[in-house]
């Protein structure tokens, strides 16, 4: 192939297990490769991203991706990597799961492509709902031992009690081997030779080339492949992919673009360095030019400006992107008071989310709010009057990033979008007075 797919693959720090011989399928010919999601909501987080990028890394590479919504395997739950039992979805949660994931994954690969290397979206519900619970134990329960099973660290550590597990129920156990057909399905019906998906995944995943191997043998060449990419990490040992507001969410409604733009703004200087060759599709000479670049002057946080660009305009858009570095770039706005004023309402909103709001009347705004009112009598933003006046004396408070003395009257001229004040208390603890 033109572009070397694990060649590209493994200098980004994407490679972490891969069968013997997959490289040479890849670099042979044209190869059909799959990668399941679980569709345990009705969205994906970045923590999907790094799947996403493979599949499309693979298209680009000239090969065939395929992904795959688990709507059989979501009604069982993945024993990877957990430490109890999930809780099973309805059909009708797991129905509107299974089409959020497909709007999703559409955003990222163009499902209706006339190339001859197309994306394609499949769910093994399709193919697994008419399979009957005699036919399974038969046709496949019988090619794998339960002893293959039970080597898996997956099923070792909720045997072992590690992690505080309770075990593991037959429901849960089977999941490798329903993974696994699905591998022998696409194997079968789409010439899909590999899989891939993250290191928890290598025990299901090789599970499939085996069970792929012992459901054709006898035919030439009946050989399936395996590779998984490292689960994303910090550099701190805190948790990809989650903020103090829980997971960052592909789906703006979610997750605003403007924190999905701040929460990799905010990576730090080795977190960046990793993930900019992760997360973006530039070049490596690009790539190794920017952290050169960095390291002369990191102050001007050049890797995490990029980082940020890059993958908020994959994910959503260039002119959201745009919004985003606007909205960040008027927080430090010497004419904030202003230029605040110029962004949508949403926005506005998503910028200042989380911080603590406190409604007040329109009628009773006109009467006049003086600051002892607007921090702490008619707020309670403030725990006392007192606090209130000893942070004034302070010279500590400012309206809408202006300060402002214990005689300052708040007026229809300090409103944005006719309903919002931000009230300050030093540089970082803000408040939203929202007239109503």
Known sequence: MA??????????????????????????????????????????????LVPIILLVHLKRAGHKPVALVGGATGMIGDPSGKSDERNLLDEVALERNVAGIKRVLSRFLDFNSNDKNAPVLVNNYDWMKDFSFIEFARDVGKR????????????????????????MSFTEFTYQLIQGYDFHYLYKTMDCKLQMGGSDQWGNITTGTEL???????????????????????????????????????????????????FWLNSTDEDAEKYIKIFTFLDRETIEKLIEDHKETPHLRLLQKR?????TV???????????????????SKDFKNEIKQLSEGLFLDVFEGVKQAEISAAEFNEGIDMIGALSAKTNFLSS??????????????????????????????LIHDKYVIISRGKKTNFILKVV
């Open 314 to 332: 994959f994910v959503h858009s260039r002119e959201d992107y745009e919004n985003a570095v606007k909205a960040s770039e008027i927080l430090f």
């Open 144 to 167: 794998i031992t339960v002893n293959y099973m039970m080597a898996k660290d997956s099923v070792k550590k909720r045997f072992s009690g590690e992690e505080g597990s309770v075990g």
């Open 385 to 414: 009057n007192g606090d209130a006046r000893r942070a004034l004396k302070e010279n500590a408070v400012a309206v809408n990033k202006e300060k402002v003395k214990e005689d300052y009257i708040l007026s229809s001229e300090d």
């Open 307 to 311: 980082l940020a660009e890059e993958i």
């Open 212 to 262: 792929v191997r012992r459901m054709h043998d006898g035919e030439d060449q009946a050989k399936a492949y395996a590779m998984t990419c490292p689960l994303i990490t910090k550099a701190d040992g805190s948790k990809f992919g989650k903020s103090e507001g829980g997971n960052i969410w592909l789906d703006a409604d979610k997750t605003s673009v403007y924190k999905f733009y701040q």
């Open 3 to 48: 572009n070397k797919f694990v060649e590209e693959l493994r200098w980004r720090g994407m490679v972490h297990d891969i069968m013997p011989g997959t490289e040479e399928q890849l670099d042979k010919e044209m190869t059909t490769a799959y990668i399941g999601f679980d569709p345990t909501s009705d969205s994906l987080h970045i923590g999907s």
